[in-house]
């Protein structure tokens, strides 16, 4: 959700928010997938 410790979702994001995230890593094993909010850098 952002770079630093969000105590409360709710200050960043309200139920309905549409939001754009990246996939983190998959875990196929346990059949997850963890996103974030945080833009990938850019490889140069």
Same mark, same amino acid.
């Given at each position: ?9 709710? %200050?960043? @994001?309200?139920?309905?928010? &549409?939001? %754009? @995230?990246? &996939? ?8 997850? &997938?963890?996103? %974030?909010? @945080?833009?990938? @850098?850019?490889?140069?």
């Amino acid at each position: 959700m952002a770079k630093q410790f969000v105590r409360d979702p709710n %200050t960043v @994001v309200a139920v309905g928010d &549409i939001v %754009t @995230v990246w &996939i983190e890593s998959v875990d196929l094993q346990r059949e997850r &997938i963890q996103l %974030t909010m @945080v833009p990938p @850098v850019a490889k140069q």
